[in-house]
């Protein structure tokens, strides 16, 4: 579908002529277009250039990474090379917090504009603040338009957003529904779109799917977490919302089984199929990798964040492999994170069939910091029979946490007590499920509250990372 950019011209139309910055983003995205279709060697190459950029910069004007970059060869003004590359220190999130200010440029290029401080929602309780300059933020929202480009969004359709809203302060006087009149974001500053939504997720899952029900959006974005929630509520009333293309979700990642849930529950009520997208993104590098349309396959956005998946010994994982995602942003020069270590683990896919040339990631399993931990210290994916848990109707809510080197605790909300038999039975095929060496017990709760940013992990180790105080 054509949509056509605002004009910045008066008496020009077609083709339009865009205002800045909308033209510098249109300007961008026509590259983009055709980068992601290079053959990888050259797009690497492409990489390597602007990191020469940014490597120079930070080894000017970035205390941290004057000594780091001369250890490692690298000479301002001759060429980033592969080989350079795998002698740059990764960057740990602990080394991030102990550099602090040292990592903050002295100065910018001009033009790069003003910067932003962010800090990231750590469960650890010991979160990173990130600078960013206006320049990073502008690539950044190249690749928001770019995700409505790839899936063919239709603009004028109306567009909802499923999460916390801060500027319902009062949830007393304000409804949860806050309407807007546009998409918002970039796409809104280059092309028309039709209505925008902002649901705020505190309210009951019946108030909140009636809402939906009844505005019949076309896109719907949430976490995963409320998107379950709002699938059961859906199970239990009947009540579905018509006319959904496409709901997609962020913050958390998206298991396989809750697509397939969303399916099942949601799909064919519109003309167009259902379709169920993730996108993997991160406070510290902006998106990081969003779907194709021809295949769903999570293509990394290469043009912005260089993206290494290693081994443990800090060598490159093969296609299929399970590694340590590892990123490096191409154009934030206020705060360089150079092979920044995230603490996500990804497996690399295989070419798509769409013809981007981009990386694809086959999966990202989870956090690092949502690893279980075995009582010998090894770490492992925490299989906890989630999908027997799921069969329980009964149960409303569940988390699973590691409280102990050999201890897991179920967490249940529930909607009535469960028989001893279920009981046994979910005890079972936990202790069963995570590999036998862990004592595994049932605790109910009348709710489990969610992170202060809305997000919501369904299983936390809390023995390796205690939970920061809630106020
Ligand atoms: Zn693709």
Request: hydrophobic share 40%; charged share 20%.
């Amino acid at each position: 579908m054509f949509h056509l950019p605002h004009s910045g011209m008066p008496g020009a139309v077609f083709p339009a002529l865009a205002a800045s910055p909308a033209a510098a983003m249109l300007a961008v995205l026509h590259q983009l277009r055709l980068t992601e279709r290079l053959p990888p060697a050259e797009l690497e190459a492409l990489q390597f250039r602007q990191l020469g950029e940014l490597l120079a910069h930070a080894s000017r004007a970035v205390p941290y990474y004057g000594p780091v970059l001369r250890a490692a060869g690298f000479r301002p003004g001759e060429p980033v090379t592969a080989d350079l590359w795998q002698r740059l220190p990764v960057l740990t999130r602990a080394r991030v917090q102990e550099a602090g200010a040292q990592l903050h440029a002295r100065e910018l290029p001009a033009g790069h504009g003003s910067v932003a401080t962010a800090t990231t929602s750590g469960s650890s309780g010991r979160p990173v603040t990130i600078r960013k300059s206006a320049l990073f933020q502008f690539y950044w929202q190249c690749f928001t338009v770019r995700d409505h480009e790839w899936l063919a969004r239709n603009l004028g359709a109306n567009w909802m957003v499923v999460l916390r809203d801060d500027q319902r302060t009062d949830t007393g006087k304000q409804g949860p529904l806050r309407r807007m009149a546009n998409w918002g974001g970039p796409v809104a500053a280059i092309y028309p779109t039709g209505p925008g939504l902002f649901l705020d997720y505190r309210a009951p899952a019946a108030e909140l799917l009636a809402i939906i029900s009844q505005e019949r959006p076309a896109y719907l974005i949430t976490f995963p977490s409320l998107l379950r929630e709002l699938l059961r509520e859906s199970q239990a009333s009947g009540r579905r919302p018509e006319g959904l293309r496409e709901v997609r979700t962020t913050g958390e990642a998206l298991a396989p089984e809750l697509r397939d849930l969303t399916m099942s529950v949601w799909g064919s009520t519109g003309t167009d199929p259902l379709s169920v997208t993730e996108v993997y993104s991160s406070a510290e590098t902006g998106i990081i990798a969003t779907p194709c349309r021809e295949q769903n396959a999570l293509h990394v956005h290469a043009e912005g964040v260089r993206l290494e998946l290693l081994r443990e010994d800090g060598s490159l994982c093969a296609p299929g492999e399970e590694g340590r995602v590892i990123l490096t942003s191409l154009h934030n020069f206020a705060m360089p994170l150079i092979r920044y270590e995230i603490g996500d683990r990804a497996v690399l896919g295989a070419p798509c069939a769409c013809g981007r040339t981009l990386p694809v990631l086959a999966a990202i399993p989870g956090r690092a910091r949502d690893m279980l931990t075995l009582p010998d210290g090894r770490r492992r994916f925490p299989y906890y029979a989630h999908n027997t848990i799921m069969q329980i109707d009964a149960i409303v809510q569940h988390q699973v946490a590691q409280t102990a080197r050999d201890e897991v605790e179920v967490r249940l909300v529930v909607r009535r007590p469960l028989t001893p038999a279920e009981e046994a039975h979910i005890v079972t095929a936990a202790t069963h499920g995570l590999g036998g060496e862990h004592r595994v017990r049932i605790v109910y709760r009348s709710e489990i509250p969610r992170q202060v940013s809305g997000k919501f992990a369904e299983f936390t180790n809390e023995f390796e990372n205690p939970p920061a105080a809630l106020c």
